[in-house]
């Protein structure tokens, strides 16, 4: 049974998913193209109890796909416990897949049910499991079999606004698939994130099941995601997009911090991640990957609009640490670095 507001453990507190504890309720989301081993450590130095990686394609690992195994699949000892999130529409791959997350360090297996993008949907992954529920629970199995770690699911409430399969198979999958937690994106696969998440869904999934619920879509800020844990009833708050340029959210809502970071804290923090950028894959590629990353930052750095142009174009890792610390400091930027 959910909580009442009244009744509903703090944030704070520390809560188990299959036997594995996870010091608070507040946890990164998958983010698809983002969520690799520095953005999820960088949510867990800030205070997130938990951060689950994007979406790894099962038939990556099953097949030792190179790419996939040295970046997708790196884990730093620092972010444990870690989740891998895994996709697919094979069993046999999900079983192989698993075990290799395992073998790699993970703590626990996340199954993607929720990805409206239609190339994943085409392949019969994601939110096209919806349709078959008995390959679903399949998967999970094959999961759980491959890996020996608890297996949870992320998925959408349905594939249209009148649809609530998401729901069903959020219940099938716990009691008769083993799924250790259910994430619940109360959104219609068609609406993408727009719209009003329906809270209430959730609330009524959180009734239904004995393992925990975790709320998750449109918690933009700390406030949004207070507001949705207590109309939820869920038993954690799951962040995506509104951590991305402020890792501090998860401060918020852990109770380390009250105000909006300094700009020399923002700026720390990105010339932090440019760092760890670097390292993962290298200076070349590390600079184009990080034109996705400036944008996130650059309104709270208050930076000129030449500058900040000028940094979300940047083609070499130094000249951005020099327009990220100028722009910190107010100091005159130089001409070159």
């Given amino acids: ?55 790894v394609s099962s038939f990556g690992l099953h097949h030792r796909n190179e790419r996939t195994l040295q970046e997708l699949m790196r884990i730093h000892p620092d972010e444990h416990p870690v989740s891998i999130q895994l996709f697919g529409h094979d069993p046999e791959a999900m079983r192989s897949g698993a075990a290799i997350a395992a073998e790699t360090g993970a703590d626990l297996i996340d199954i993607n049910m929720g990805c409206p993008v239609r190339k994943v949907r085409k392949t019969g992954a994601g939110v096209e499991l919806l349709t078959d529920p008995e390959l679903a629970l399949a998967l999970v199995a094959a999961a759980r079999e491959g890996s020996g770690l608890p297996v949870t ?81 869920a038993d954690a708050v799951m962040i995506a997009r509104g951590s991305l340029g402020n890792p501090w959210v998860f401060e918020e809502l852990t109770g380390r911090r009250e105000g909006p970071p300094r700009r020399e804290e923002i700026a720390a923090e990105l010339l932090w991640t440019i760092d760890r950028a670097e390292e993962h894959l290298g200076r070349d590629r590390a600079a184009r990957y990080l034109r996705k990353f400036y944008p996130w930052y650059v309104d709270s750095l208050g930076l000129d609009k030449e500058t900040a142009q000028e940094l979300q174009q940047s083609a070499g890792l130094d000249r951005a640490r020099a327009l990220v610390g100028a722009g910190a400091s107010l100091r005159p930027i130089p001409a070159s670095s």
């Fill in 1 to 55: 049974m959910p909580a009442t507001p009244e009744r509903q453990a703090p944030l704070t507190d520390p809560f188990e998913i299959g036997g594995v504890r996870i010091a608070n309720r507040v946890l990164l989301a998958p983010l698809a193209g983002i969520g690799n081993w520095f953005v999820r450590l960088q949510a867990k130095r800030h205070g997130a109890g938990l951060a689950v990686s994007e979406m």
């Fill in 153 to 233: 699911v992320k998925l959408r409430s349905g594939l249209r606004a009148d649809d609530r399969s998401g729901l069903d198979l959020a219940v099938r999958l716990a009691e008769e698939g083993g799924a250790a937690a259910i994430a619940l994106h109360p959104r219609a696969a068609t609406a993408g994130h727009k719209g009003e998440p329906d809270y209430a869904l959730t609330r009524e999934l959180a009734e239904r099941l004995e393992v925990p619920v975790i709320v998750s879509g449109g918690l933009k800020s700390a406030e949004a995601a207070r507001r949705a844990y207590r109309e939820s009833g």
